[in-house]
Structures are given as C-alpha cells and as structure tokens.
C-alpha cells in the first residue's frame, strides 16, 4: 500500500510539473487563419467595427483583477461551438481574442478553435492583457 501511494504522489508531482511548465511557454507568433494585432491594432479595430467583439479567453480568477472594457468573458476552458456561436453574431463578424500575454496559450486555443469553425475575421492580440496594462491603456474592474 506504501509503494502504491508512493507511485499516486509522484504522478501527481510530475503532472502538476508538466501544468506549471505548459503555463510557462511562450505563446507561439502566430495562429493559423488568425491576424495577429498589438494594442494599437486592437484601438484601431474598435475605431473601424462596430460589430467587433473582444473576447477575454483568461480564467474569472484572472479577469477578476481587470479587463479590457467591452470584452466579453469567454474563458478558453469553456469555448466551444456553441458558445463562440452566443458571442459572436455571425461567421463574418471580426472577433479579437486575448489573454493573460505571451507566456499564456488560452486565447491560442480559443481563436485556433474559431478558425476551425469558420469564422472568417479571427484577430489574435498575442501581448494580451500584460501588453495592454504595460502601454498603460484603460482598464474596467
């Protein structure tokens, strides 16, 4: 029995080991079928739609500490088709994702999967959150 909980921890450490170091990968610099955009971009996209939506793909625990105004909470835990389809009016609509920064996949995931369902206007915002708050841009709680 001592052996068997022995195995149990060092399978728990070691797949806790492989999160913790998932979450510390850079995102990569692009997404297939996505444009990648900066902050700026992101202004500048606001400015030219008026149907654009911002998706924030972090974790509640994580937005709870700030958000871009106007974006939508749709973590990338809980997107799937049928929530992008809720957010998102139309397969044309343009549609910004972003997350946590470069050391966060989360919007990775989330746009990869709006690309595979069609949508046609996928902006990635790779610096994410950590860029917008560093460029010292407006914030909501």
Known sequence: MRHL???????FLFAFANVALAEEMDAP????????????DLIDLVDEYD????I??????????????GSVSLPDTETTPA??????????????FYCNGVKCG????????AVAEGYSKVYWFRGGW????????PISK
Do not use: H, Q
């Not at 610099?29 to 700026?40: D, L, Q, Y």
């Not at 509640?60 to 871009?68: C, F, N, Q, S």
């Open 83 to 96: 929530k992008l389809a809720e957010a998102i009016a139309t397969k044309s609509t343009p549609v910004i």
């Open 106 to 113: 989360r919007s990775v995931k989330a746009s990869k999967m």
């Open 130 to 137: 950590e860029e917008w708050t560093n460029k010292g841009l």
């Open 5 to 11: 909980k022995y195995v149990f921890s060092t399978l």
């Open 51 to 54: 149907d654009l939506v911002l």
């Open 29 to 40: 610099e692009s997404v297939e079928g996505t444009t990648r955009i900066s902050a700026e």
């Open 56 to 69: 924030d793909s972090r974790i509640p625990k994580d937005r709870a500490g700030g958000k871009i105004e």
